[in-house]
T-cell receptor, first 115, second 115 residues
C-alpha cells in the first residue's frame, strides 16, 4: 500500500537557519506529492506540490524536488523565520487506480523557530 | 472569498447528546470533505461529497452522519459518540472532483471533546 515517512520531530531552529525536513514514500506507480502546513489552531494549507519525477515545487521560500530514484520529497528552506513555526505534513496521492482520490499523509513534523 | 468556514470552533458533548458540525464555502467548489485529526496525528479522510452526492465513505461508524444540503454547505451529525471520538474535525473543499489532482482548501476545524 501507499505510505509516507517523515523525519521525527520536533525540530527547533534559530531564525535564519537552514531547514530540511525529510520525506520518503512508498507507492505503486507515479504518485503526486505534496507538502501541507498547519499553523497553530488552523486547518491545513497546501504549501507546494509536484506531480511528476524531477518536478520542483516551491512557495514562500520553501522548495521540494520529486526524486523518483530515491522516492523522496524533502522540504527545504534557506532561511527560516519565526512565522514558519508550524506542523508540516508530507503527503502523496496516487494518480490512477483505486483510492486515487485519497491523500496519504505522513505523521507530521513540528517546527519551532526561535528569534 | 477563499475560505472554508467551520462552526463551532469548539464543542463539548456528552455521549448521549446529538450535535452537528457545520462547514460552508462560497468558492463554487463541487467537492467537500470531512477529515478527522487526532492530537499529534495526520488527518484521516472520513467522507467525500462530489456534486452534493456522497461519493466516498471510509468505513466510518454510523454514529457519524454526513449531510450536504446544497453545494455550499456540509454538515456532520453526531449521535452517541464515544470519548475516543474526541478529535479535531476538519472540513475541506476542492474545485475539481476527488482524484483529479485537485487542490484542497481546509477550514480551521472544530475541536470536539466527548465526555
Amino acid at each position: 500500500g501507499n505510505s509516507v515517512t517523515q523525519m521525527e520531530g520536533p525540530v527547533t531552529l534559530s531564525e535564519e537557519a537552514f531547514l530540511t525536513i525529510n520525506c520518503t514514500y512508498t507507492a505503486t506507480g507515479y504518485p503526486s506529492l505534496f507538502w501541507y502546513v498547519q499553523y497553530p489552531g488552523e486547518g491545513l494549507q497546501l504549501l507546494l506540490k509536484a506531480t511528476k519525477a524531477d518536478d520542483k515545487g516551491s512557495n514562500k521560500g520553501f522548495e521540494a524536488t520529486y526524486r523518483k530514484e530515491t522516492t523522496s520529497f524533502h522540504l527545504e528552506k534557506g532561511s527560516v523565520q519565526v512565522s514558519d513555526s508550524a506542523v508540516y505534513f508530507c503527503a502523496l496521492r496516487r494518480n490512477s487506480g483505486g483510492s486515487n482520490y485519497k491523500l496519504t499523509f505522513g505523521k507530521g513534523t513540528l517546527l519551532t523557530v526561535n528569534p | 472569498d477563499t475560505e472554508v468556514t467551520q462552526t463551532p470552533k469548539h464543542l463539548v458533548m456528552g455521549m448521549t447528546n446529538k450535535k452537528s458540525l457545520k462547514c460552508e464555502q462560497h468558492m463554487g467548489h463541487r467537492a467537500m470533505y470531512w477529515y478527522k485529526q487526532k492530537a499529534k496525528k495526520p488527518p484521516e479522510l472520513m467522507f467525500v461529497y462530489s456534486y452534493e452526492k456522497l461519493s466516498i465513505n471510509e468505513s466510518v461508524p454510523s454514529r457519524f452522519s454526513p449531510e450536504c444540503p446544497n453545494s455550499s454547505l456540509l454538515n456532520l451529525h453526531l449521535h452517541a459518540l464515544q470519548p475516543e471520538d474526541s478529535a479535531l474535525y476538519l472540513c475541506a473543499s476542492s474545485q475539481d472532483p476527488p482524484g483529479t489532482n485537485e487542490k484542497l482548501f481546509f477550514g480551521s476545524g472544530t475541536q470536539l471533546s466527548v465526555l
